[in-house]
């Protein structure tokens, strides 16, 4: 099977066809994650190396992802009679050609299953003899136990547990009669029969306890298993991809020949106010703006100012390109919601305005990322972590537009518990300094906001 | 001010405690057996898939037909002879509702791909309903004269006692007492005075003592309380005794203290009434208290002490998580005792934790449009409600009720901008109960969740039992009957 992979998608999906264990594979933005898993189902079902494949994906939007990608690779006649996609029946795309059901008798007679993680539990109980766990979005561990679960094969279950059986010394010294060493739970799940790829991207994902520091769902299956990664993006053009590479430290991302060299184009030239932010030579633009944070809900930002010259920007970017998609990225909620206010206000009501848990997944032609975050004391708090700067950066096909304080960031502090003065014992230099300063000394131009997009 | 005052709460008030609360459902459960209690959380073992669907389509027929057909028809009668009567001019009264409660669990069943229904369901469902009725009649319409009013399924929450449920119904008396009704609509068998039944209905007398009085121990304003089963009651007499009062408390501290993950004495009752009719422990239970207890004496092989530890720490995480999604609630009470009802919920509202100063516009099928009723583009801070967002719907009821006791309804966001916001319920019955309960109250907006606790709690439990079924020999559980690890 070749139909158009590149050469490291071709080598992950050769080595995870052949092999029955746990594995992670690292896909950093770009890289295809889904059709790479997609492209692994239909490889196994196609080569007879496995009978029945459950691809998982967090959101419903990533398992329809998994399903068009299906679509593309089967064509739709095929995919519908191979695929089912079951779950909640609300979050299905209806244009999708493959079809949905709930009944067991129907799960149980195709060959590919598409679902979320949390409706696993209501399929019937069955076995996989193969799964792909798409972890863009999980949070929790327990996310991916249960389609771990839906993997363990109860016949080689019943053959360990046979071997107390038939030993019957009965001598409770707590030696276990199995023929391996188990040291966790990764390889228990393991032994017991469960074959699973898991696709995600360490630099990306959170946490999988939202109150503590802890690994990310990969990082533990990375930890506890083998890995490989995907380093070309069929997404970003050479300057983001190498922003990004040296960012988030992806150690050898490059972008795919064809789309190397993309540029923005427009369809007429930007007004004087903004040709300096719209460039489309400089991929990316830092806008140095100097707008006030406003505390809003229990633990969110706004920004007023940015918000209205995130909204400004926009409707100035709609009137010269018309074809390009538009979307506008945030760390938080509050200023998610400020942001789509004005949107409203101006008539855009279609332009994809997301925070950057939500903007996993998505792409856009041009992005725009709105920091949001300004005060004296130069805490960043969680708009500097690591892994949501570098979804928001990674987003963008053509053009990347930052709005935020430039020196706030360069000079930014997280951690410490948010309001906390300079040097606070548990603050950390923040990873937005890294990238204010890559942005500036090598892969992009900070400029300062015209007025008109301000006041 | 208020920003930093509710904002500071919300980073400090977790590390006074965790911001559990303990349903009223749950405590009942502690009370039968402390383990089975311990069953769900933290193990996360779910008993046996049981099917609910007549249960909660009766459940959904008569939370409509209290405030209508059952208040309208509500007759002292004597001899049986009337109460059939009764009941037959309610069933009359309701009969739109009772269809339209069974269109909705068809369309259901249809739509989420369950198993069908039987043929007879119609006529079960109606057979329940009419049971129900007679037992109303009987012992309560009896014994009360018609009630002024009917609030049904009010979710209660009283912070500081840590405790929160949902009532099935309440009648409002003239001389402004209170009758407490559940209805047992699982099965046509009389409500047990000594088990579940009994436990929760003196949990949810707390509750509503709390609504009507602002205080649990105030007994003041109540009438009665009853367990509503086919075609008869159980009452317990008034007061209740002591022993079962603090019976209810003590074992509602137990169940907050195993969420906050302490470790409070559990007694197994001497033979096990709950899971096995020959009293026989059920084998999860045993699988678990005897791997506590090899544990704590270090047997266990390190191997599998790892991954058991592994398995207990996520459930807690879980269990953390939980409390997180009750936060909300623990910050609007604490404002709302230091500030004053009105002041707080000014403050709530500029920090964009609460919305005010909605009306209902119309209810539709499964939705209802709210509209603000003074709209200032300079005054007004910005909503954090978004498409999907959980929220409780609360109408502000008079005569001090507290706020978070006030009639509500839970349901989605599905459309908000400034000025018009339209949230839809899961199922008509909700909507139809909102026009009811909800219209000509001001209404309060505030953050909910919805409890998936046990649906990711049940993952550990699976591979905990997998990984001792594989990795100990039988001679560690004696007794305890391998193979259930969930195949
Ligand atoms: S088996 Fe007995 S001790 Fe265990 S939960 Fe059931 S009633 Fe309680």
Redesign the pocket.
């Known amino acids: 099977m070749n139909l158009g992979f590149d050469s490291e998608q071709l080598r992950v999906l050769n080595w995870r066809a052949t092999n029955r264990d746990i594995a992670a594979v690292v896909g950093p933005p770009g890289c295809g994650k889904t059709t790479v898993g997609s492209a692994l189902a239909v490889k196994m079902i196609a080569e007879t190396l496995a009978t029945k494949v459950l691809l998982v994906a967090y959101t419903n939007a990533a398992a329809n992802e998994f399903c068009l990608e299906l679509c593309d690779i089967l064509g739709s006649k095929v995919a519908k009679s191979l695929c089912l996609r079951t779950g909640n029946p609300t979050g299905v795309d209806p244009s999708i050609p493959i079809p949905f059901s709930r009944s067991a008798n129907e799960i149980k007679e195709k060959r590919i299953i598409i679902s979320t993680n949390l409706s696993l539990k209501k399929l019937p109980a069955l076995s996989f003899d193969n799964m792909i766990i798409d972890e863009a979005g999980v949070e929790r561990l327990e996310h991916l136990l249960w389609p771990f679960w839906f993997g363990v094969n109860k016949s080689q279950v019943e053959e360990y547990k046979s071997r107390y059986d038939t030993r019957g010394d009965g001598d409770g010294d707590g030696n276990t009669q199995i023929p391996f060493k188990i040291n966790d739970l990764i390889e228990l799940i393991s032994q017991c029969g469960t074959v699973a790829t898991v696709v995600g991207d360490p630099k990306q994902s959170r946490p999988i306890s939202p109150m503590r520091v802890d690994y990310s769902a990969i990082e533990w299956v990375i930890k506890k298993s083998t890995c490989d990664t995907l380093r070309i993006s069929h997404r970003l053009p050479d300057l983001l991809s190498g922003l990004v590479n040296e960012f988030a430290g992806y150690d050898g991302l490059r972008s795919a020949p064809e789309i190397s060299s993309r540029r923005l184009v427009l369809e007429c030239s930007p007004d004087i106010e903004y040709r300096e932010i719209i460039q489309p030579d400089e991929v990316t633009t830092w806008v140095d703006i100097n707008g006030e944070e406003q505390p809003i809900g229990p633990s969110s930002w706004a920004n007023n100012m940015e918000a209205k010259a995130c909204a400004k920007i926009c409707s100035h970017l709609v009137r010269i390109t018309r074809s390009k998609s538009i979307a506008i990225i945030t760390r938080f909620k509050a200023q998610k919601l400020t942001i789509m206010r004005y949107l409203q206000r101006m008539g855009y009501r279609d332009i994809k305005v997301t925070t950057t848990t939500g903007a996993l997944g998505t792409q856009a032609d041009i992005v725009l990322f709105s920091l949001t975050r300004n005060n004296p004391e130069r805490n960043v708090g969680a708009a500097g972590t690591l892994q949501d700067l570098n979804v928001a950066i990674s987003r963008s096909k053509e053009k990347l537009i930052i709005l935020g304080n430039f020196d706030m960031m360069s000079n930014g502090w997280s951690g410490g518990g948010g309001g906390a003065s300079a040097g606070n014992k548990y603050q950390y230099k923040s990873s937005a300094r890294k990238l204010a300063r890559l942005i500036d000394l090598k892969y992009g131009r900070v400029v300062d906001a015209p007025q008109m997009i301000i006041c | 001010m208020g920003d930093l005052i509710v904002r500071d709460l919300y980073k400090t008030i977790s590390h006074a405690q965790k911001t559990h609360l303990v349903q009223s459902k749950e405590i009942a459960t502690s009370c039968v057996?402390p383990?089975?209690f311990k069953?769900s959380y933290p193990f996360g073992v779910v008993g046996g898939e049981r099917d609910y669907v007549i249960a909660n389509t009766v459940h959904d027929a008569i939370s409509l037909a209290s405030p209508t057909a059952i208040l309208e028809n509500w007759q002292q009668g004597k001899t049986q002879n009337d109460f059939e009567r009764i009941a037959k001019s309610i069933d009359k009264d309701s009969e739109d509702i009772l269809q339209k409660a069974i269109a909705n669990s068809k369309s259901r069943v249809k739509m989420e791909g369950k198993t069908p229904l039987l043929e007879t369901f119609d006529f079960e469902v109606q057979d329940r309903f009419h049971g129900l009725l007679i037992g109303l009649a009987k012992r309560v319409m009896k014994k009360y004269p018609q009630p002024k009013r009917a609030v049904t399924e009010i979710t209660i929450t009283n912070v500081a006692e840590v405790q929160e449920g949902r009532i099935d119904a309440i009648f409002e008396f003239k001389d402004d007492r209170y009758g407490l009704v559940e209805w047992k609509t699982n099965d046509v068998k009389r409500a047990s005075g000594s088990g579940v039944d009994r436990w929760q209905l003196i949990a949810n007398f707390l509750l509503t003592n709390y609504r009507y009085t602002g205080d649990e121990n105030n007994w003041n304003r109540c009438l009665f309380g009853s367990v509503i089963y086919y075609e008869g009651a159980y009452f317990p007499r008034l007061p209740l005794s002591e022993e079962w009062l603090s019976k209810v408390k003590k074992d509602r501290k137990f169940a907050h203290e195993i969420l906050c993950g302490e470790r409070p004495h559990a007694q197994?009752?001497p033979f096990?009434?709950?899971?096995?009719r020959d009293g026989e422990?059920?084998s999860d239970?045993r699988f678990y208290r005897e791997d506590s207890k090899q544990a704590l004496l270090g047997n266990l092989p390190v191997d599998y002490a790892n991954i058991r530890r592994l398995l207990l720490r996520r459930r807690y995480l879980v269990l953390d998580e939980r409390a997180e999604t009750h936060k909300h609630k623990f910050v609007i009470n604490t404002i709302i005792d230091r500030l004053g009802e009105a002041n707080a919920l000014q403050e709530l509202e500029k920090t964009g934790v609460i919305n005010s100063g909605y009306r209902i516009h119309s209810i539709n099928a499964n939705s209802v449009t709210l509209v603000k009723k003074y709209y200032n583009d300079d005054e007004a801070t910005l909503t954090l409600l978004e498409p999907r967002k959980i929220v409780r719907i609360i109408g502000k009821e008079d005569n001090g009720i507290p706020l978070l006791a006030c009639v509500n309804e839970k349901g989605f966001v599905r459309e908000v901008d400034d000025t018009k916001l339209i949230v839809d319920f899961d199922g008509n019955t909700i909507a139809e109960r909102a026009k009811t309960q909800l219209r000509n109250l001001p209404i309060i907006i505030i953050p909910d969740e919805i409890n998936l606790t046990r649906r990711v709690l049940e993952p550990m439990h699976r591979f905990h039992r997998l990984a001792a079924d594989i990795m100990l020999p039988p001679e560690f559980f004696l007794g305890v009957q391998n193979n259930e690890s969930g195949f």
């Open positions: 057996c383990y089975l069953m197994k009752p096990c009434p709950v899971c096995d422990s059920r239970c």
